[in-house]
C-alpha cells in the first residue's frame, strides 16, 4: 500500500538535529504523492517558488528516508530554487550536501549549483557535479568567467544504491566526503563570484543542460557553517526541521 503524504512527512520530520539549523538555507524531504510535481522546503526559511522543469517528480519508489524522493530522467528535468543572496557564498563557510541514487553515472550530471552551464556563457555560481560518476565542486571567481574545479573526488558514485554527498568550506580549506569519508581536500582561498540573480537548480543547469538521472533525497544547503570538518557517520536519519 502506498504511504500516505501524512506518514512521508511524518518519517521525515522525525530526524535528528546536528545544530546547524540556524545556518540551513534550503532542506528538501521531497515527500508527497506519486508523480507529484509539487516540491518543499522544509528549513526554517519556508521558501516559496519553487518550480519543477520537465519531469521532475516525486518518486515512492526509492527513498533514502520518509516514503519518497525527487527523480529525473537526465533530459532538462529540475527543481528551481527562488533567486536569492543565501547563495552567494562569497569567501564564507558553507556546505551543500544531498542523498544520491543516480542510474546513470555517464558524462557530466549536474547535481545542484547555481549557473547556467558548466562550458556556456554567462559563467557564474557553483556547482556540485559529477563527470563520468566521479564527483566535483567548481565555482567561478569573483571577476572571473571561467569555472574552476576547486576539488575533485576520488570514489565514483554507485548507480542503483544510496549514497551521500557533501561539500563543505571551512576557511580555506574546502573538502568533499562520500558517505562520511573524507574523498579529497584542496585549498580555497577564492571569492566566489555574487550570482545573486541566479536561481539554484537541482538536477540540471539553468540551460537545462547536464542533466542528472535518478533520485536526489534530503538536499541541504547551509550558509556560514561547514557542518563536517573531518571524517564522520553518514546521516542515518532525516535532518529535523525544527
Known amino acids: 500500500m502506498r504511504p500516505s503524504l501524512g506518514l ?3 518519517a521525515k520530520r522525525i530526524g535528528f538535529s546536528d545544530g546547524n539549523l ?3 538555507k534550503v532542506l528538501m524531504g521531497f515527500d508527497g504523492v506519486d508523480a507529484s510535481t509539487t516540491f518543499v522546503d522544509e528549513s526554517p526559511l519556508a521558501r516559496s517558488g519553487i518550480v519543477g522543469t520537465g519531469n521532475a517528480q516525486i518518486d515512492t519508489a526509492q527513498f533514502k528516508f520518509g516514503a519518497s524522493s525527487a527523480l529525473f530522467d537526465g533530459a532538462g528535468d529540475g527543481i ?16 551543500v550536501e544531498a542523498q544520491l541514487r543516480p542510474s546513470s553515472v555517464s558524462g557530466v550530471r549536474w547535481i545542484i549549483g547555481q549557473g547556467d552551464s558548466l562550458s556556456d556563457d554567462p559563467r ?4 556540485i557535479w559529477a563527470f563520468n560518476g566521479v564527483p566535483r565542486f567548481s565555482y567561478v571567481a569573483e571577476g572571473s568567467s571561467t569555472w574552476v574545479d576547486a576539488v575533485v573526488g576520488v570514489s565514483t558514485l554507485p548507480t542503483s544504491s544510496w ?3 557533501m561539500v563543505a568550506r571551512e576557511g580555506s580549506t574546502i573538502r568533499l566526503f562520500v558517505e562520511g569519508a573524507l574523498d579529497n581536500s584542496a585549498a ?8 545573486s540573480a541566479t536561481d ?3 538536477g ?3 540551460a537545462s543542460t547536464d542533466g542528472y538521472a535518478g533520485h536526489i533525497d534530503e538536499p541541504r544547503i547551509l550558509k556560514g557553517k561547514a557542518a563536517q570538518t573531518a571524517a564522520f557517520t553518514a546521516p542515518t536519519a532525516a535532518y529535523a526541521r525544527s
Do not use: M, Y
Open 8 to 10: 512521508g512527512l511524518s
Open 22 to 24: 540556524s545556518f540551513t
Open 80 to 95: 528551481s530554487l527562488d533567486i536569492s543572496s543565501d547563495w552567494h557564498f562569497g569567501s564564507g563557510d558553507f556546505t
Open 124 to 127: 557564474n555560481g557553483w556547482a
Open 163 to 165: 549514497s551521500h554527498l
Open 188 to 195: 580555497l582561498t577564492a571569492t566566489f563570484k555574487n550570482a
Open 200 to 202: 539554484v537548480r537541482i
Open 204 to 206: 540540471t543547469t539553468s
